[in-house]
């Protein structure tokens, strides 16, 4: 059990890291034979910053080391200073990147450096708008994890300031950068799949590391941590490792499954379509396997709908999430129109076209059979007339696989976007205004859940209805 643990902490963490090799095409290449055509994607020309970009990391968690490790694979970046609450993260830092690293409890005390132009926030969902606007106000970049916020509420605040300080805050849900996602948008908006009416979203996963079930240290103190810090302005509760350390589980301090999982699928889905949004939302959950304390479900669907744009027609989501998937894990994003489906896999995607002939065709399960025969063969004559062989049917064109190539990671280019945004470069894809566009219906998702109803939302003015 515990090699079979260890493989799922791995294919966790990669998934995390977003690192694509065509062996994460999964099952959309698991049946490859039978694809006529296959593309692999060609990755866009990295532009690095100019001058040295130093960062900091504030909140040394899973994301923290994994997005200082990414945002050090770009040229001219190097790491000052990293901020956490529990003082083993800080001292691994050091073993890391060097003993010269600035390390602090107090992430203002980071804010204050001169020598830090960007911050990296990667904390609990809890104090995600907090530390950007003081970031921002204090004259630094952010990037910051996603959900941008953990409250509806607060998005606009970070917004009004992005706009009043001018500075760049980039929301880290990286597949918004992937030249898979790019290509996908280009294929939608070509008008190939037809009419877009349907949106299925799916993640499943079946290890406890995968439920949020991460390993606490031996030395969890009063003494090694701060916790009242970590408790923020939420209820005051007796010191606890398990609400530190597996944070998500609780939502006082993070935002489920929605904030976690369901955001990186909107933030993809509104790349492609262009869509402001959802302007309904009805989530149904439920705590079905991890009963460890947690206070958030491990099993939730969600139904959203969205009104027709100028981008897109009206069509409807579908949002699920299993964290004890007996049928194995499994992630992918399908885009169904009329004529064909986008089915996005990790950096993959198949597009499969299967257009109706004109012809609505007769016979089998059908009323044909239960009409006189007189007037079984008046229909015949009249339907021959009407409908020449050539309507009845459609050759379709085979599946085609997109793949990026092996070893891309578009969780770099999520940061040469940052980096250069900094630099005077292109704007960043992802910025405050969308952060909250995808965090806002994703969190709604929770006040359905809790409160049992419909929630009403304002995708053009991003307000609760």
Same mark, same amino acid.
């Given at each position: 059990?515990a090699?079979k643990?260890?493989?799922?902490?791995?294919?966790?963490?990669k998934q995390?890291?977003?690192?694509a090799?065509?062996?994460?095409?999964?099952?959309?290449?698991?049946?490859?034979?039978d694809?006529?055509k296959?593309?692999?994607?060609?990755p866009?020309?990295?532009?690095?910053p100019n001058?040295k970009?130093r960062?900091?990391?504030?909140?040394m968690?899973?994301?923290?080391?994994?997005?200082?490790?990414?945002?050090?694979?770009v040229p001219?970046?190097?790491?000052?200073?990293?901020?956490d609450?529990y003082?083993?993260?800080?001292t691994?830092?050091?073993?890391?990147?060097?003993?010269d690293?600035f390390?602090?409890?107090?992430y203002?005390?980071?804010l204050?450096r001169k020598?830090?132009?960007a911050?990296?926030?990667?904390t609990?969902?809890?104090?995600?708008?907090t530390?950007?606007?003081?970031?921002?106000?204090?004259g630094?970049?952010?990037?910051c994890?996603?959900?941008?916020?953990?409250?509806?509420?607060?998005?606009h605040?970070?917004?009004?300031?992005?706009?009043?300080?001018?500075?760049?805050?980039?929301v880290?849900?990286?597949?918004?950068?992937?030249?898979?996602?790019?290509?996908?948008?280009?294929i939608?908006?070509?008008?190939?799949?037809?009419?877009?009416n349907?949106?299925?979203?799916?993640?499943?996963r079946?290890?406890a590391?995968g439920?949020?079930q991460?390993?606490?240290?031996p030395?969890?103190?009063?003494k090694?941590?701060d916790f009242?810090t970590?408790?923020?302005n939420t /209820?005051?509760?007796?010191?606890?490792p !398990?609400? +530190?350390?597996?944070w998500r589980?609780?939502? $006082? &301090?993070g935002?489920? #499954?929605?904030?976690?999982?369901?955001?990186?699928?909107?933030?993809?889905?509104?790349?492609?379509?262009?869509s402001l949004?959802p302007?309904?939302i009805?989530?149904?959950g439920?705590?079905?396997y991890?009963?460890?304390?947690?206070n958030?479900?491990d099993?939730?669907?969600?139904?959203?709908?969205?009104?027709?744009?100028?981008?897109?027609? /009206?069509?409807?989501?579908?949002?699920? !999430?299993? +964290?004890?998937d007996?049928?194995?894990?499994? $992630? &992918?994003?399908?885009? #169904?129109?009329?004529?064909?489906?986008?089915?996005?896999?990790?950096?993959?995607?198949k597009v499969?076209?299967n257009k109706?002939?004109?012809?609505?065709g007769?016979?089998?399960?059908?009323s044909?059979d239960?009409?006189?025969n007189?007037?079984?063969?008046?229909?015949?004559?009249?339907?021959?007339?009407?409908?020449?062989?050539?309507?009845?049917?459609?050759k379709?064109?085979p599946?085609?696989v997109?793949s990026?190539?092996?070893g891309?990671d $578009?969780?770099?280019?999520h940061?040469?976007?940052?980096f250069n945004a900094?630099?005077?470069?292109?704007?960043?894809v992802?910025d405050?205004?969308?952060?909250?566009?995808?965090?806002?219906p994703?969190?709604?998702c929770?006040l359905?859940y809790?409160?049992?109803?419909i929630i009403h939302?304002?995708?053009?003015?991003?307000?609760?209805?």
């Amino acid at each position: 059990m515990a090699e079979k643990s260890n493989n799922s902490r791995r294919k966790f963490i990669k998934q995390l890291s977003a690192t694509a090799a065509l062996a994460a095409a999964g099952p959309l290449l698991s049946n490859a034979a039978d694809l006529k055509k296959k593309q692999i994607l060609q990755p866009k020309n990295r532009i690095s910053p100019n001058d040295k970009i130093r960062f900091a990391t504030i909140g040394m968690g899973i994301m923290g080391y994994n997005d200082t490790a990414t945002a050090l694979k770009v040229p001219n970046s190097e790491l000052v200073a990293a901020a956490d609450l529990y003082d083993g993260r800080l001292t691994h830092v050091k073993e890391l990147y060097g003993k010269d690293i600035f390390t602090t409890r107090d992430y203002r005390e980071i804010l204050n450096r001169k020598d830090v132009d960007a911050v990296i926030v990667t904390t609990h969902d809890l104090w995600h708008d907090t530390i950007s606007i003081d970031a921002m106000n204090a004259g630094k970049a952010v990037y910051c994890e996603k959900p941008m916020v953990q409250h509806i509420d607060l998005g606009h605040a970070v917004i009004a300031t992005q706009k009043k300080t001018g500075k760049v805050l980039q929301v880290g849900s990286q597949r918004i950068s992937s030249i898979a996602f790019e290509k996908a948008k280009e294929i939608y908006e070509s008008g190939k799949i037809g009419k877009l009416n349907l949106v299925e979203a799916k993640m499943s996963r079946h290890d406890a590391l995968g439920a949020w079930q991460y390993s606490i240290p031996p030395d969890a103190s009063p003494k090694t941590m701060d916790f009242d810090t970590f408790l923020k302005n939420t /209820k005051k509760v007796p010191f606890d490792p !398990v609400r +530190f350390f597996r944070w998500r589980n609780y939502n $006082e &301090y993070g935002t489920g #499954i929605p904030g976690d999982l369901f955001v990186h699928l909107l933030t993809g889905l509104h790349f492609i379509t262009s869509s402001l949004g959802p302007e309904r939302i009805l989530a149904s959950g439920e705590l079905s396997y991890w009963k460890d304390g947690r206070n958030v479900p491990d099993v939730m669907t969600a139904i959203m709908d969205y009104p027709e744009t100028k981008t897109h027609p /009206k069509f409807q989501l579908m949002l699920s !999430v299993n +964290f004890a998937d007996g049928g194995g894990e499994d $992630e &992918y994003t399908r885009l #169904i129109g009329t004529e064909g489906m986008i089915e996005m896999s990790g950096n993959s995607f198949k597009v499969k076209m299967n257009k109706l002939p004109e012809a609505p065709g007769y016979g089998g399960w059908d009323s044909l059979d239960t009409f006189s025969n007189e007037m079984q063969k008046a229909y015949i004559a009249d339907y021959d007339k009407k409908y020449p062989p050539s309507t009845r049917t459609v050759k379709n064109e085979p599946d085609i696989v997109y793949s990026a190539p092996q070893g891309y990671d $578009e969780h770099v280019d999520h940061f040469h976007n940052f980096f250069n945004a900094m630099q005077g470069g292109k704007p960043v894809v992802e910025d405050a205004t969308f952060g909250l566009r995808a965090a806002a219906p994703a969190i709604a998702c929770n006040l359905s859940y809790f409160q049992k109803k419909i929630i009403h939302w304002d995708p053009v003015n991003m307000k609760l209805v």
